[in-house]
């Protein structure tokens, strides 16, 4: 299983990124799956922003950016995004894709998004 991100930079306050996570390995399609993304700030712990899976087809979201990001997946493309609305300067992170499998965590090599004026 393999898991590449695309599409940090940076940005201003309020403004918007969209993040990718292709993956491979596996099929969506034909696979039940959970794709996780994660972010890590400097001098903080990894901590789970948005999760879906396609058993029950169920979205789940950390506090801090409900209303704000929406995960969503294209089945055709194995590919899961972040997009990210209103972005905050406390959203600056290294943010990383993330699914297990038979047992395993896998990771992405991360993006970084960058927040400020």
């Known amino acids: 299983v393999q898991l590449v991100e695309s599409g940090g930079g940076l940005v201003q306050p309020g403004g918007s990124l969209r993040l990718s996570c292709v993956a491979s390995?596996?099929?969506?399609?034909?696979?039940?799956?959970?794709m996780n993304w994660f972010r890590q700030a400097p001098g903080k712990e990894r901590e789970l922003v948005a999760g879906?899976?396609?058993?029950?087809?169920?979205?789940t979201y950390v506090d801090s950016v409900k209303g704000r990001f929406t995960i969503s997946a294209d089945n055709a493309k194995n590919t899961v995004y972040l997009q990210m609305n209103s972005l905050k300067p406390e959203d600056t992170a290294v943010y990383y894709c993330?699914?297990?499998?038979?047992?395993?965590?896998?990771w992405g090599q991360g993006t970084q998004v960058t927040v400020s004026s």
């Open positions: 993330n699914t297990v499998r038979a047992w395993r965590n896998y």
């Open positions: 390995g596996f099929t969506f399609t034909f696979s039940d799956y959970t």
């Open positions: 879906i899976s396609n058993v029950g087809a169920t979205t």
